[in-house]
């Protein structure tokens, strides 16, 4: 049996994969695993739940919050909220856990399920396996006034604006701020703490009526959001995800500002302020080599780790870093949030514009973005990536050949039998001639026909 859980926790077509009773299961065994198993204090154990605005989030909540309250958990229901919301809540109530019900950039017909534990961390894989384990045994059953209750978490929002409004360095009075929410679930909260930082906004994307998250809308779709600054002259747009975890910016001029360029910018800022810590960035293998070389060249070294934010985050933890992310615009702030929060990064980013007074197009040029080529190479035999001597050989050819001007990354896919061959050089003509021969040679060497024949 294939593992349910996967890279962020259990997602599918709701009431397909993820049915309510699949949902209840799920709870029931969560209470038993991160709650009674690590709850000493003979109380019961508390559980803070959110979700983003998805039609079908409304019976999934129910159903969490039956499984877990009937597993004598008492549950603190936060209703719409970012999934970094929702792991903030969880240690500033120091509940024993927490549940985002959200599928984030996914369309609105998916949707899933992610646990944090106490302090609002992710799970590791161990942790999630015994959550797997613990729903093939018979669920606990408590009765009488060992049932958990259920009760409406009234202040979690004002909680969790408090909270963001701390992290400023600078306030946002004179700044014009486009947001997009994607019709998610920092619809309420980021335009009133942007608002409450002393940003004038303007707001799009923030009418959700359980259909149409993500939907034309969102940091999967920018132009409605470039179109908006350059028509209201704003100085910024900051465009979130359904679940609002992560955050990518568009300058007065309608450019895109990804997470890369927003790292090295927070990056350099963090350097120049003392508070880097170890003058360490953690960002993954797909991460600009641009950055790298703009950061080196600021005194700033980068941690280097798998893709995923998951893995970002244990790099930190494991280093004790404090800033981390992905190019998508998943960026961490160890040292306000356990979990990538784009309101968190957009707020820290207009921030910066107000500080210094300097635009967005400028303080984007901290990083030059060298010109990168993607191509999934399909059909080919993934395992044999490392191991096919004529492929390392094309391979350390094209290296040499770009020295310190480029770099050479191929990556299987986890699951399809797909080989992503990406290049970066000095100029997109390069870029794109090397990929194109390195993708010929992994047709060629690790086709599936080949395979067949031998």
């Known amino acids: 049996m294939s593992r349910l859980f996967g890279t962020d926790g259990v997602r599918g077509l709701a009431n397909g994969l993820l049915t309510a009773e699949l949902a209840m299961q799920l709870a029931q065994a969560a209470a038993v695993v991160l709650g009674h198993d690590r709850n000493s ?31 004598g958990v008492d549950v603190y229901d936060a209703g719409v909220l970012p999934t970094p919301a929702a792991a903030y809540l969880v240690a500033d109530l120091d509940a024993d856990f927490g549940v985002m019900i959200s599928a984030s950039h996914n369309p609105a017909p998916d949707n899933g399920i992610k646990f944090f534990a106490r302090g609002g961390q992710k799970l590791p894989d161990d942790v999630e396996d015994a959550i797997e384990a613990q729903m093939t045994k018979e669920a606990v059953r408590p009765v009488g006034a060992d049932v958990g209750r259920i009760q409406r978490f009234s202040d979690a929002e004002d909680r969790y604006i408090v909270h963001l409004l701390q992290t400023l360095p600078h306030n946002l009075e004179g700044l014009t701020v486009v947001l997009d929410c994607a019709h998610g679930a920092a619809s309420g909260c980021s335009p009133q703490v942007f608002k409450d930082a002393g940003a004038n906004v303007i707001v799009i994307g923030a009418d959700p009526d359980g259909h149409n998250i993500n939907d034309g809308v969102g940091s999967t779709h920018l132009g409605p959001l470039k179109e908006a600054v350059v028509k209201y002259g704003a100085n910024l747009g900051i465009a979130h995800d359904g679940d609002a975890d992560r955050c990518l ?51 700033i070294s980068i941690r280097e780790t798998a893709v995923g934010d ?50 967005l197009k400028e303080l984007a040029t901290v990083m030059t973005k060298l010109p990168q080529v993607l191509i999934n190479v399909k059909g080919v035999d993934r395992t044999k990536v490392g191991s096919n001597d004529v492929l390392a050989q094309a391979v350390a050819s094209a290296e040499a050949a770009l020295g310190d001007t480029g770099r050479v990354l191929l990556r299987p896919s986890g699951t399809e039998p797909v080989v992503r061959v990406m290049v970066e050089a000095a100029d997109e003509e390069t870029a794109q001639s090397i990929a194109e021969h390195l993708a010929q040679v992994v047709r060629s060497e690790l086709a599936l026909e080949q395979l067949v024949s031998e």
Do not use: W
Request: proline fraction near 2%; charge should be negative; glycine fraction near 12%.
């Open 41 to 71: 204090n003979g109380s019961r154990p508390r559980a803070v739940v959110a979700r983003d605005p998805r039609a079908s989030g409304e019976f999934i909540a129910a159903a969490v919050e039956a499984g877990l309250s009937s597993s």
């Open 249 to 299: 910016a568009v300058d007065h001029e309608g450019n895109e500002v990804d997470g890369d360029q927003i790292m090295a910018i927070l990056a350099v800022a963090l350097k120049n302020s003392g508070k880097l810590k170890d003058d360490v960035l953690v960002a993954t293998v797909m991460s600009n080599l641009g950055l790298k070389i703009a950061l080196r060249e600021a005194g």
């Open 310 to 359: 998951r893995y970002v985050l244990e790099e930190m933890r494991d280093g004790g870093f404090n800033l981390g992310g992905e190019q998508s615009g998943h960026v961490i702030f160890a040292d306000h949030a356990t979990t990538g929060d784009g309101v968190l990064t957009g707020l820290q980013l207009a921030a910066q514009i107000a500080l210094t007074g300097t635009p």
